[in-house]
T-cell receptor, first 111, second 115 residues
Framework: DAKTTQPPSMDCAEGRAANLPCNHS???????VYWYRQIHSQGPQYIIH???NNETNEMASLIITEDRKSSTLILPHATLRDTAVYYC????????????FGAGTILRVKS | SAVISQKPSRDICQRGTSLTIQCQVD?????MFWYRQQPGQSLTLIAT?????????ESGFVIDKFPISRPNLTFSTLTVSNMSPEDSSIYLC????????????FGQGTRLTVV
């Protein structure tokens, strides 16, 4: 089973920051948080991952709380092309480091 | 990053037949996985394709229904056997190094419709 909880859907205005929350209260100390997204009819696309420090790349920023029980993915300037299902995944050692997908959050970016 | 090619991209098949899906990677990879995504659902892991040995299947998936081959470090196949309409799904190949701190990459998927 997935170790994460995400809201089923969110809306965001085009050009605004999209902040997608994720709860992972049972995360262990050496387990990473990964974010992927899936645009309709395509394979999942890697966005970012982190352990405990905040991370930023060309696509997004990842903010992980100090207790590591939750995180937020930030798309700084959402565009219509960012409309997708966003998956927050904890990579679990007991699962052999496999990626176990939850239901994800449907992000709708609106003009 | 790895470039993954899946074939076919889509197919419509008759019930009772089998379809073999191919996954080709442009570099050698340690781990290859097969996922299923049923209509409107999230991804479910079918199995880990092990090079040179039998695949490791997740609960609810069996080798007779989903035989998998992995002859080398860049190629794998998944066969969906004796298909029924319930097998209509997107089947996705994924690759990664298996480490906790490395990202996995996904193919574009094979959209299978069984009629």
């Amino acid at each position: 089973d997935a170790k994460t909880t995400q809201p089923p859907s969110m809306d965001c205005a085009e050009g605004r920051a999209a902040n997608l929350p994720c709860n992972h209260s049972t995360i262990s100390g050496n387990e990473y948080v990964y974010w992927y997204r899936q645009i309709h009819s395509q394979g999942p696309q890697y966005i970012i991952h982190g352990l405990k420090n905040n991370e930023t790349n060309e696509m997004a920023s990842l903010i992980i709380t100090e207790d590591r029980k939750s995180s937020t993915l930030i798309l700084p300037h959402a565009t219509l092309r960012d409309t997708a299902v966003y998956y927050c995944i904890v990579r679990v050692m007991e699962y052999g480091n496999k990626l176990v997908f939850g239901a994800g959050t449907i992000l709708r970016v609106k003009s | 990053s790895a470039v993954i090619s899946q074939k076919p991209s889509r197919d419509i098949c008759q019930r009772g037949t089998s379809l073999t899906i191919q996954c080709q990677v442009d570099s050698q990879v340690t781990m290859m996985f097969w996922y299923r995504q049923q209509p409107g659902q999230s991804l479910t892991l079918i199995a880990t394709a092990n090079q040179g040995s039998e695949a490791t299947y997740e609960s609810g998936f069996v080798i007779d229904k989903f035989p998998i081959s992995r002859p080398n470090l860049t190629f794998s196949t998944l066969t969906v056997s004796n298909m029924s309409p319930e097998d209509s799904s997107i089947y996705l190949c994924s690759v990664d190094s298996g480490g906790m701190n490395t990202e996995a990459f996904f193919g574009q998927g094979t959209r299978l419709t069984v009629v």
